[in-house]
């Protein structure tokens, strides 16, 4: 069959709902949201249910089409667009987007995955129940893009990633065939867990389609505090204090820099300096009561925090009064990425490092690149209770963006990465591989690894259709597409 002949059947498949050729309709799609990467597509495929995923493939696997799946086209490695040749489809799983059932007393929602996470959590808000997971992007994020990249987010601290959160899915593997592991099984001992295999899979080896998540009870009273400090390393003390003193409630623990809070300042409409004296370092801190028999949060936390004022390690800080507050604090911290963005070009690094590394890393390893690439300032931001770094190199000021990606994108990219390899950290904490992170992850995997990564891939994805050049490097033979 002809490449013709096969975009003629998956139109006839999908009708006029589900299958677009317009240039106009692909466009948005086939650039990453960096923009630093844009290939081209046949065609924009949008199936409305498992089964015509599933008919998809098969006429993919049949003619050796190339898929390439897409949520909300809101990953940061380019894991979701297509390379510059034009033979893949753009599969788009936002037509999937019914959220089916939702059990509060088995704290169990299933869902399609199209779904928004913000509509996810409104959701789920309304049978008082709550989807333990947010981020920056949760207006356009999707269900399905979440679990292929295991995002992780601000609450990884007390709910883990994704990989914690799901409890069963439904996907199409790379021959058309349904593997239906909705239900959520407590015990289930047939062999490797497929499911596993498919969360931050990144459509390589499958496309998911539905999806069983854990839920928590809703929030009875949370308690939201801005708190300024001297130093990272001073956050990393603070943070071990409160994890002593809140054991079961501390659920986010996020530190940036002032810079950070200034961008977002300039950039970011609505937000304004939570204290009036300005400090090196800033920490938003959530503890979250959401069981009858725990303590209301907000006395503890203030006796907490004059306790950290007067030993000195924290500076300043002040509690949200109220709801609009609490969400003003966190807007701040959500907004960074955004006002990066509008503030200049930049190398970003979603790192991690042990927990008790990061601290050191970003006091030790910032100046250091500051010096080896002159001009450049970094903003180092994350989760801290995860050893997660937002690690951002910006260019120089008044640099064309373009010549100096060209320039120095591979050099300091590496240099970032091989100093995180140094603390045997990882060079991918919650955004994947994708395009973006390929060649530098084939270059510091161990081959165990990458031998196992290639195999896996080979063996369930034999005609390479799946997400190629995305994840899996290639075999010197040109396995693992």
Not at 259 to 267: G, Y
Not at 398 to 423: K, M, P, Q
Not at 431 to 458: T, V
Request: proline share 6%.
């Amino acid at each position: 069959m002809s490449h013709a002949d096969t975009l003629k059947q998956l139109q006839q498949l999908l009708g006029p709902k589900g299958f677009s050729a317009d240039p106009d309709d692909l466009a948005p799609w086939t650039t990453d949201w960096r923009g630093r990467y844009t290939g081209k597509a046949a065609a924009l495929l949008s199936p409305a249910s498992t089964e015509e995923v599933a008919a998809i493939v098969k006429i993919a696997s049949g003619a050796g089409l190339p898929l390439v799946p897409q949520g909300g086209n809101s990953g940061m490695v380019a894991g979701a667009t297509p390379d510059e040749s034009g033979d893949s489809c753009l599969l788009s799983l936002r037509r999937l987007n019914q959220i089916e059932t939702i059990d509060p007393i088995a704290r169990l929602v299933q869902c399609g995955a199209g779904v928004i996470l913000h509509n996810l959590h409104e959701a789920v808000a309304a049978q008082g129940m709550r989807f333990p997971l947010t981020l920056g992007g949760k207006g356009s994020a999707t269900v399905g893009g979440l679990i292929s990249t295991n995002a992780g987010g601000t609450q990884v601290l007390r709910h883990g990633t994704m990989r914690n959160l799901v409890a069963g899915v439904q996907a199409v593997l790379p021959d058309g065939s349904i593997f239906d592991g909705l239900t959520p099984l407590k015990k289930d001992n047939r062999g490797y867990d497929l499911k596993h295999l498919l969360i931050g899979a990144e459509g390589t080896i499958g496309i998911v389609t539905k999806a069983t998540l854990h839920l928590v009870p809703a929030v009875i009273e949370r308690c939201v505090a801005w708190v300024s400090v001297d130093s990272p390393s001073a956050a990393y003390r603070l943070l071990r204090e409160a994890e002593h003193a809140f054991p079961a409630m501390l659920e986010g623990f996020e530190i940036f820099p002032d810079a950070a809070l200034r961008h977002v300042l300039r950039h970011i409409p609505g937000t304004r300096d939570p204290l009036e004296n300005q400090f090196a370092w800033h920490i938003v801190m959530e503890l979250v009561k959401d069981s009858p028999d725990e303590d209301p949060p907000l006395s503890a936390v203030e006796q907490f925090l004059g306790k950290m004022l007067e030993q000195g390690l924290a500076r300043d800080a002040v509690i949200a009064a109220n709801e609009a507050q609490a969400e003003a604090f966190w807007k701040i911290r959500d907004s960074i990425a955004e006002a990066e963005r509008a503030e200049g070009p930049a190398l970003q690094h979603d790192i991690s490092v042990p927990v008790d590394a990061m601290a050191r890393f970003i006091e030790q390893e910032s100046p250091i690149f500051e010096a080896r690439y002159p001009g450049t300032s970094i903003i180092a931001f994350g989760h801290l209770g995860d050893g997660n770094i937002h690690f951002h190199v910006k260019a120089p000021k008044g640099v064309v963006a373009d010549g100096w990606y060209a320039d120095y994108s591979s050099r300091i990219s590496a240099d970032v990465y091989d100093r995180v390899t140094e603390y045997r950290g990882s060079l991918s904490a919650e955004h994947g591989i994708g395009k973006a992170k390929l060649a530098e992850f084939e270059r510091l995997s161990d081959p165990a690894r990458l031998a196992a990564l290639r195999a896996i891939k080979s063996a369930l994805d034999p005609k390479g259709i799946m997400n190629p050049g995305k994840l899996v490097p290639l075999a010197s033979n040109g396995a693992a597409a």
